[in-house]
Structure formats: C-alpha cells, structure tokens
C-alpha cells in the first residue's frame, strides 16, 4: 500500500463541482484494487473550491450518502442509519415527508457557494498556495471562466510560479479556438512551461479519458 499513499500525498485535485463523484469513484477504485487498504474518504487529496453536498466520511456531521440520480435522497438527522430514497414526485402518503426533503435542500444551499458570489480572500489563498507550489499543473474538464482562474492564480505571485512549474497542461475539449488562443498566451506569459500540445487545435476534439490514454499511472506495490 506504500505506493498507493505515495501517490496520494504527491497530487492534489481541485474541484469547482459540488457533487462528490470524484472521492466516490476514487473510494470504489481503491476499494476495488486494494481491499485490504486503510484509505479513508477522508485521506483523499481533494479541495472543492465552491462547497459540496455533504460528506461521503459516515463519521461526519454532514454525511450525506451517495445518491443515484434517479432519485433525491434524504438524510434523517436524528437517525443516522436511515437513508430514506424519495421519488420526485409527491403523493398523499409521503407529503409530510417532503417537508424534511426541503429541509435538506436548503441546508445543502447553505454549505455550498455560486460563481458570481463573493470569494473568500483567505479561501483563494490557500488554494493558490496549492496551485504556486505544484510542480505541475493539470487542467481536465476545465472551463476556464474568469472567476476561476483568479481564484487559482495570484498575479502577484508569478515570478515564484515560474521557479517551481514543472508542467501546465490539460485539455480543452470544443473550446471556441479565440478563446482557447487567448488563455494559452495568458498562460504561457506567466508560465512559460506550458506543454507544447496544451490548448491547441488538436485537443479540442479530445475528452478528459482520451487526455487519460497517453498519461497513466502504474502503481507498484
């Protein structure tokens, strides 16, 4: 397992999305591969950047089961070991019950924030901090709004970026090319180690799997 916490400790994901499928599929990787394993949600290297639904850790406060889309789940507070599935549409026998539903939906508003809101300096900060130190940079599925990016990077710090980036790279599957061009200048003033393949033309029509195909990882036990 020493591989696999070597891997953990050395990358870190940074998520704009609220939902959790990345610690669930992660969690069900790990469990799939290395069922004697001793990774916890919880020891995951992942910060959401706007909030989450909850967490996958059964241990927290804010545990919220994973569910599947066909249905909403709700969380019974005072009973920690009912999950109760509700279909969307209400009928006269759990009409009570989706009262507790928009009890929850409105406590999951509360943890998460939307793009356009207010940012937290310190937030930016750390995750900057995150982004500054990295030896590499990955961006996979990543919109590059403007928001998002000055929370990921303080123009301040660039010349300390330029000393410790290994490599920018990522994809940018169906970006308009004008923008796509105008992020890679961007990107390349500030971080000249900018992968040569890295928002260019013969990207556009590749997905974050197809990126996956050409970097992937064995570990060894």
Known sequence: M??????????????????????????????????????????????????????????????????????????????????????????SHNASLFEELDKWIFDLAMEIATYGTSYEIEKASKIQGLVINAKDVYFLGFSFQKQNMNILFDESSVSTAKQKFGCVGGTCFDMPIEKMHDIRNKLQNNFPVVSKDFLTENWRLKRVDDYFKNYSIKIHE
């Not at 704009?16 to 599929?25: G, I, K, V, W």
């Open 2 to 91: 020493d591989g696999l916490k070597k891997i953990l400790s050395s990358v870190h994901f940074i998520t704009f999305n609220y939902d959790r499928s990345l610690e669930f599929y992660l969690m069900r990787a790990i469990n799939s591969l290395y069922p004697a394993s001793d990774i916890k949600v919880t020891d995951l290297p992942i910060t959401h950047v706007y909030g989450t639904l909850g967490s996958l850790d059964d241990k927290s406060p804010s545990y919220r089961g994973y569910a599947p889309l066909e249905y909403l789940y709700v969380h019974d507070r005072y009973n920690s070991s009912n999950t109760i599935p509700y279909k969307k549409t209400p009928d």
